[in-house]
């Protein structure tokens, strides 16, 4: 096995290098290098005992937890890299952004005590000042609070939240498809139930969009009822509730803080302490069960295990040649769960001028290319920077514009937020995951409706020698690094009783 060393002593690393521009930089590149170096190289081994499919957050958390229970582990990770839909960017200008998974909030205590014990700190999103909120009824105003005070639909947003927090409460996180009123709930999208539960709906699913095109890269229209409900009740854990505010707040809930040096050092961190029992570059293409084993086939060779946990996202799942095949219920599953569509575009500035301006960063809007923003600042650079996602049909309208359109839209959206002075960024930067080829959209794999009560149940059955891993199996925080987390260490255990 390979050298375990601590990772990177990224704060005094930095300040050797006597500058926090040159921080984010050393961190990513350096530590991604070292990372890449020490796991393995030539051929695969012929037999271990557990081989996780994907290198992801979930993937290299369950790895850890089989390694640790003194079992050999390898993690064959399609990518060349650690992380899977968390990836640190950095930018020209200096700093280290995310243009993935980024936030992090309360009752996420999986993840945030991984990295703890990871040595990796957190910082508070910035969220000094008012909210800015534009609607093309009643123009721009600024607010505190989670709903915007727009008369037209304060009334019936505030019911609609205080509905779905009342069905959340009693959702079961673990089996959504038993609750009373799944197949009711399953039968309609949000868009169906906020058209046919409040008096401005139309205004009130304009508003909705804010919050399902970057939670979920989906509008109202797509996303089941049952599921929204379902996703409420995940945003808590096995003491709390989960409530909309904790979901789609930035003090108090899921957007709260952010990982120094970015969130990518979580998986580079468990992938350094992992070493040679990291496969990167081998795809998985094939998994087929023998008598007493199951061979897990990869573009770089193959390997002999006696359990298999696959972390890889659902439609991947589907892209591999399983012998015997998966069954009819799971492919069903899988095959209907949709990857959302989603976009991060960043804008980098001088300063963060809006700041000056008593603004936190965060804004809503019911049209253009900016349906939410967030001051997407980071310590290793006094650089202003606005994060706009651009998702569902927002990134349907504007993901297939050449990047030169799209800037400008993005940049007129953060405009008609926070002033003239977002015309003129020192940077522009984007990501659009629906074209990563071991991705292909995201956040996450949603459900639209008449998926989950009928075909929800298969989510985590094992099959055979094999495990799910991945957020998308997880109950609480599903869709979230928090889930992926959960999920692993689940996998984990399920299969360590096995062996
Ligand atoms: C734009 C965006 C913003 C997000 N924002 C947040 C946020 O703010 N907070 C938050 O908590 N979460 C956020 N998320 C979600 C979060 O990133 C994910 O929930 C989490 O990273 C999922 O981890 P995972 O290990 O389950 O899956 P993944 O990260 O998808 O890992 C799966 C791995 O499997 C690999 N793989 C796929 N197919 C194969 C194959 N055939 N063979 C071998 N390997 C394979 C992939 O390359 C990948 O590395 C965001 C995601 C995106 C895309």
Known sequence: MGAHEPILDLGRRGLLLGGAAALGALATQALEARVNAATLQGGLPGRVDVV???????????????????????????RDRVGGRVLNHELATGGTIEAGGAFVGPTQDHITSLAADLGIATFDQYA??????????????????????????????????????????DMPV?????????????????????????VNSGGVEQLMKSWTQPTFGADPDQLSMLYVIHYVACSGNETNVGTFERNSDTVGGAQESRFVGGSQRVPLALAQRLGDRVALAAAVTRIEHLDNRAVVHTTRGRVACRRVIVSAPPKQVLGIDWSPDIPAGRRALLSRMQMGQLMKCDAVYDRPFWREDGLTGFGLSDAGAVRVAFDNGVADTDHGILLAFVGGSTWRQYGSLSRA?????????????????ALHPIEYTEKDWTREQWTTGGPVAMYPPGVMSTHGEHIRTPFGRVHWAGTETSTYWTGYMDGAVRAGDRAAVEALEQL
């Open 52 to 78: 996780v499919v994907g290198g992801g957050i979930s993937g290299l958390v369950a790895a850890r937890r089989v390694a640790e229970a003194g079992r050999s582990v390898l993690v064959v990770e399609a």
């Open 405 to 421: 359109e799209r800037r400008q839209a993005v940049l007129a959206g953060f405009a008609t937020m926070f002033g003239e002075k």
């Open 128 to 169: 000094t000042g008012k909210n800015v909120y534009v609607s093309s009824l009643t123009g721009r105003q600024e607010y505190t609070g989670t709903v915007p005070p727009d008369p037209t639909i304060l009334l019936d947003a505030a019911l609609a939240l205080q509905q779905l927090n009342g069905f959340a409460a």
């Open 174 to 198: 673990d089996a959504p498809w038993e609750h009373p009123r799944a197949a009711e709930w399953d039968a309609t999208t949000l868009g169906e139930w906020i058209g046919r539960n409040t």
